[in-house]
């Protein structure tokens, strides 16, 4: 391996350390450090040990001076006065627009704070028309960046972060300033909007363009209009990296710009004599690259892409040959400079890693040709097609083998339909459906019906390749999930088979051993007979516990959904599949709250649950009442559902909640749903004793309608789990409420302070964990 991609490597590596990190490392150690590494470096010896330490570092140094760029403390939940620019393309849902503002200044009665980076807006009702790079003074209401803290899921403190966004907030119901003039580079970022704009309602020129979300993704790089639907077809055969402007895209419109000035130069005459077509065509490559980069916003996966295809361009203008590896090593080196805090992700290593095999898979196959006789034009252009093919087909297999370490350990997924829809889709994409949106996007800037045409016809591609590989997406073979634990094993033990092609086979065993103890060491711990687990889930303002005896899981809540965000996908799932859980056995919906069934459909539609119970069976398809349901034995422990409406009480919704107590050899815990004081009573006068429990999940989420005093005496709990949303509306929890429970010596756990409750009965005592304990990072505030 080239020393430049071992430092290349060993810079990213290091730089993918701080993200394990709680706290940063100050940076006067860290410029000790990079004194104490260079020598080595300069020396050639162990160059990725020396560039791992120095990425290591220059990470921590980015990420520090990333924290410093935020709104002050004291301009957080208070009104105040924001100047700035609209940084990229805002963009529309049913309820707001939501837009990035890149911030001059903060006012704050005579305190102004300047340059504190970019917030994240959300303009609700009516917002007057926003273009990217308008210049705006707002009175907006801020908050630092909070997402669901949990063991699985998506990290979304981590997602703004390493996009330089400081705090999020809202506009207030007062007049902004109007924007000022526009700038030259404003100005491509408001062309990318009115043609976003223009693709996704082409203002009567057309019916409907065919396929327009995927249309402006190609065109623009614009995916927020991509449906769901759209995406899972194209994450089940494999093909997200088609509507992402990458590699793919900016080497064919290199190849475009290529095979354009090329050609072109050489009908020039007496000009091909003084600069060679060559030149022109490597220049015309260089420039339609940049301008199809510049076109999708420069977003990272387009930069990386540019950086290696502007790295061979310069290297073939210089008449210079290098070998791939150098190639690669470079432009990580210069990627992981410039965006350390991109190297942690997924895309990152895919893009990279995609690049070497396409590149290693073809060595190969030229170092394995064999010379054959010229017999012919028909016969030479038959190989040639019969080479493309097979090389084709090798590098299909060559990229599924070879990125599949890197999807299961970050995903726990692959696509097994990948190389048939990739053999399909890339040479239609590739060849007509590319040019065709390029072409018509080109045109489009002039006007005129032939764009319209163009991008009707490439969209029209697009919707016959997607509808002929539905079927293969909609199978139940098309994808393979797998659990954390089992995914890395997985991706080790193929790493592992990769190095059996060495010569050096200890490396094999070793990295097989290291398979084995990292996958063990993932798997979920099943609790003995007689003991359950007990997960609360932080979904915010709402509900998410789940239940594991030895052989079963219950869920109880499913979490609230926001518009088309639905918390059973975002959250529940996540933990589901994490947890290696392939089906719930039971169901428990407490009541019909949004907050607390607004994540069961899509809790429905991503795994499979047996039967649901539920106070509103009415509201919720294929439910039973859970209302006298009897009690049942698993694996040693006792569920119950306790009821009050058989006594015919007329309660509220929430007092009418499903309430359930669970008690295994050696602890009890009691969910109540939204439970209040009415309900409280009821349960009282009907079960008395039968209430007490260690473990509480507090009513309402705090609410001062719950928890009387009478009714925490009667349940006597040592401990109380508390769901709900940080810094939410309704001001929950109480303060009475908190009184109370202190009152009654009832130690108080919140997932707004802690993240996700993890909970194990045993022999021991309650086993307890939070996800502040293990999984808070330097980005959390």
């Given at each position: 391996?080239?020393?430049?991609?071992?430092a290349?490597?060993g810079?990213?590596l290091?730089?993918c350390?701080v993200s394990?990190?709680a706290?940063l490392?100050?940076?006067?150690?860290?410029?000790a450090?990079?004194?104490?590494?260079?020598?080595?470096?300069?020396?050639?010896?162990?160059?990725?040990?020396?560039a791992?330490?120095?990425g290591w570092?220059?990470?921590n140094?980015a990420?520090t001076?990333?924290l410093?760029?935020?709104?002050?403390?004291q301009?957080?939940g208070?009104?105040?006065l924001?100047?700035?620019?609209?940084?990229?393309?805002?963009r529309r849902?049913?309820?707001?627009?939501?837009?990035d503002?890149?911030l001059a200044?903060?006012?704050?009665?005579?305190?102004?704070?300047?340059?504190p980076?970019?917030?994240?807006?959300?303009?609700?009702?009516n917002?007057p028309?926003?273009r990217?790079?308008?210049n705006?003074s707002?009175?907006?209401?801020?908050?630092a960046p909070?997402?669901?803290h949990?063991?699985?899921?998506?990290?979304?403190?981590r997602?703004?972060f390493?996009?330089?966004?400081?705090?999020?907030?809202y506009v207030?119901a007062?007049p902004?300033?109007?924007p000022?003039?526009?700038s030259?580079?404003?100005s491509?970022?408001?062309?990318?909007?009115?043609?976003?704009?223009?693709l996704q309602?082409?203002a009567g020129?057309?019916?409907?363009?065919?396929?327009?979300?995927i249309?402006?993704?190609?065109a623009?790089g614009?995916?927020?209009?991509?449906?769901?639907?759209?995406?899972?077809l194209?994450?089940?055969a494999g093909?997200s990296?088609?509507?992402?402007?990458?590699g793919?895209?900016?080497?064919?419109a290199?190849?475009?710009?290529?095979?354009?000035?090329r050609g072109l130069?050489?009908?020039s005459?007496?000009?091909?004599?003084?600069?060679a077509a060559?030149?022109?065509?490597l220049?015309l490559s260089?420039?339609?690259?940049?301008?199809?980069a510049?076109?999708?916003?420069?977003?990272?996966p387009?930069?990386?892409?540019?950086a290696?295809?502007?790295a061979f361009i310069?290297?073939?203008?210089?008449?210079y040959?290098?070998h791939?590896?150098?190639?690669?090593?470079?432009?990580?080196l210069?990627?992981?400079?410039?965006?350390?805090l991109?190297?942690?992700?997924a895309?990152?290593?895919?893009?990279f890693?995609a690049?070497?095999?396409?590149f290693?898979t073809?060595?190969?196959r030229?170092?394995?040709r064999?010379?054959?006789?010229?017999?012919?034009?028909?016969?030479a252009f038959?190989?040639?097609?019969s080479?493309?093919?097979?090389?084709?087909?090798?590098?299909?297999?060559?990229?599924?083998?070879?990125l599949?370490?890197?999807?299961?350990?970050?995903?726990?997924?692959?696509?097994?339909?990948?190389p048939?829809?990739?053999?399909?889709?890339?040479?239609?994409?590739?060849?007509v459906?590319v040019?065709?949106v390029?072409?018509?996007?080109v045109?489009?800037l002039s006007?005129g019906?032939l764009?319209?045409c163009?991008?009707?016809?490439?969209?029209?591609?697009?919707d016959?390749?997607?509808a002929?590989?539905?079927p293969l997406a909609d199978?139940s073979?098309?994808?393979?999930t797998?659990?954390p634990?089992?995914?890395?094993?997985a991706?080790?033990?193929?790493c592992?088979?990769f190095?059996?092609?060495?010569?050096?086979?200890?490396r094999?065993v070793?990295?097989?051993?290291?398979a084995?103890?990292a996958g063990?060491?993932m798997?979920?711990?099943r609790?003995a007979?007689g003991?359950?687990?007990?997960v609360m889930?932080?979904?915010?303002?709402?509900l998410?516990?789940?239940?594991?005896t030895?052989?079963?899981?219950?869920?109880?809540?499913a979490?609230?959904?926001?518009g088309?965000f639905?918390?059973?996908?975002?959250?529940?799932?996540?933990?589901l599949?994490?947890?290696?859980?392939?089906?719930?056995d039971?169901a428990i919906?407490?009541?019909?709250?949004?907050?607390?069934?607004?994540?069961?459909p899509?809790?429905?539609?991503?795994?499979?649950?047996?039967?649901?119970l539920?106070s509103a069976?009415?509201e919720?398809?294929?439910?039973?009442?859970?209302?006298g349901?009897p009690?049942w034995?698993?694996?040693?422990?006792?569920?119950?559902i306790?009821?009050v409406?058989?006594?015919?009480?007329?309660?509220?919704?929430?007092?009418?909640?499903c309430v359930?107590?669970?008690?295994?050899?050696?602890g009890?815990?009691l969910?109540t749903g939204d439970?209040?004081?009415?309900?409280?009573?009821?349960?009282l006068?009907?079960?008395?004793q039968?209430?007490v429990?260690d473990?509480l999940?507090?009513?309402h989420?705090?609410?001062?309608?719950?928890?009387?005093?009478e009714f925490?005496?009667?349940?006597s709990p040592s401990?109380?789990?508390?769901?709900r949303?940080?810094e939410?509306?309704?001001g929950?929890p109480?303060?009475d409420v908190?009184k109370?429970?202190e009152?009654?010596?009832?130690k108080?756990m919140?997932?707004?302070?802690t993240?996700q409750?993890?909970?194990?009965?045993?022999?021991?005592?309650?086993m307890i964990e939070?996800?502040?304990?293990?999984?808070r990072r330097f980005?959390h505030?």
């Amino acid at each position: 391996m080239p020393k430049l991609l071992q430092a290349g490597i060993g810079f990213a590596l290091g730089a993918c350390a701080v993200s394990a990190q709680a706290v940063l490392v100050p940076t006067p150690l860290l410029f000790a450090l990079a004194l104490a590494v260079l020598p080595l470096l300069g020396a050639g010896r162990a160059p990725w040990m020396a560039a791992l330490c120095l990425g290591w570092a220059w990470c921590n140094v980015a990420s520090t001076q990333q924290l410093a760029e935020h709104p002050d403390p004291q301009y957080l939940g208070v009104p105040v006065l924001v100047t700035g620019e609209i940084r990229g393309i805002p963009r529309r849902d049913k309820h707001a627009t939501r837009f990035d503002l890149e911030l001059a200044e903060i006012r704050l009665n005579r305190q102004v704070q300047r340059d504190p980076g970019t917030i994240r807006l959300r303009w609700y009702s009516n917002p007057p028309p926003l273009r990217p790079g308008d210049n705006w003074s707002l009175w907006v209401k801020l908050r630092a960046p909070r997402g669901y803290h949990n063991r699985w899921g998506i990290d979304y403190e981590r997602h703004l972060f390493v996009r330089g966004i400081g705090a999020t907030g809202y506009v207030l119901a007062k007049p902004p300033v109007a924007p000022r003039r526009l700038s030259w580079h404003r100005s491509l970022a408001g062309l990318r909007k009115n043609l976003a704009d223009a693709l996704q309602a082409p203002a009567g020129r057309i019916p409907e363009l065919p396929a327009a979300e995927i249309v402006a993704a190609l065109a623009v790089g614009e995916r927020s209009a991509i449906t769901p639907l759209q995406w899972r077809l194209l994450r089940r055969a494999g093909l997200s990296h088609l509507v992402a402007i990458s590699g793919l895209h900016v080497s064919l419109a290199a190849l475009f710009g290529f095979a354009l000035g090329r050609g072109l130069w050489r009908l020039s005459g007496a000009l091909k004599r003084i600069v060679a077509a060559r030149t022109v065509g490597l220049w015309l490559s260089l420039a339609s690259a940049v301008a199809y980069a510049a076109l999708a916003g420069f977003p990272l996966p387009t930069c990386r892409a540019l950086a290696m295809i502007g790295a061979f361009i310069t290297l073939a203008l210089c008449l210079y040959r290098c070998h791939y590896g150098n190639l690669l090593g470079a432009a990580l080196l210069l990627l992981s400079a410039l965006w350390p805090l991109e190297c942690a992700s997924a895309g990152f290593w895919l893009s990279f890693l995609a690049v070497w095999l396409i590149f290693r898979t073809l060595e190969l196959r030229q170092s394995s040709r064999t010379p054959v006789a010229d017999d012919g034009i028909v016969q030479a252009f038959g190989r040639r097609c019969s080479r493309y093919l097979t090389n084709l087909l090798y590098i299909q297999w060559a990229l599924f083998l070879g990125l599949a370490p890197v999807l299961l350990f970050y995903f726990g997924e692959i696509s097994l339909m990948a190389p048939v829809a990739n053999l399909v889709a890339v040479p239609i994409f590739s060849f007509v459906a590319v040019p065709l949106v390029l072409a018509g996007t080109v045109l489009l800037l002039s006007g005129g019906s032939l764009a319209w045409c163009m991008l009707a016809a490439g969209g029209t591609v697009i919707d016959w390749t997607l509808a002929l590989l539905a079927p293969l997406a909609d199978s139940s073979f098309a994808a393979a999930t797998l659990s954390p634990g089992s995914g890395v094993l997985a991706a080790l033990s193929i790493c592992a088979w990769f190095l059996l092609r060495l010569k050096r086979r200890s490396r094999a065993v070793i990295c097989g051993l290291l398979a084995c103890c990292a996958g063990l060491l993932m798997l979920p711990e099943r609790p003995a007979k007689g003991e359950f687990h007990l997960v609360m889930l932080d979904v915010g303002q709402g509900l998410a516990v789940i239940l594991r005896t030895r052989h079963h899981t219950l869920l109880y809540d499913a979490g609230p959904r926001y518009g088309n965000f639905s918390l059973g996908q975002a959250v529940v799932l996540p933990y589901l599949r994490g947890t290696n859980i392939r089906w719930l056995d039971l169901a428990i919906v407490s009541h019909a709250s949004a907050d607390h069934v607004g994540g069961l459909p899509a809790v429905r539609a991503g795994i499979s649950v047996k039967r649901i119970l539920t106070s509103a069976p009415a509201e919720i398809v294929g439910s039973d009442d859970c209302n006298g349901f009897p009690g049942w034995y698993w694996d040693g422990v006792y569920f119950e559902i306790m009821s009050v409406t058989k006594d015919g009480i007329n309660l509220s919704v929430n007092d009418a909640s499903c309430v359930l107590r669970v008690s295994g050899r050696h602890g009890s815990a009691l969910l109540t749903g939204d439970l209040e004081k009415r309900g409280e009573r009821a349960l009282l006068a009907r079960y008395h004793q039968g209430l007490v429990a260690d473990v509480l999940q507090v009513p309402h989420h705090g609410s001062n309608t719950s928890s009387t005093t009478e009714f925490l005496a009667a349940t006597s709990p040592s401990l109380a789990l508390l769901s709900r949303g940080s810094e939410n509306r309704y001001g929950h929890p109480a303060a009475d409420v908190i009184k109370r429970f202190e009152r009654a010596g009832i130690k108080m756990m919140d997932t707004a302070l802690t993240g996700q409750l993890n909970l194990a009965s045993t022999a021991q005592g309650w086993m307890i964990e939070t996800w502040a304990d293990a999984g808070r990072r330097f980005w959390h505030r």
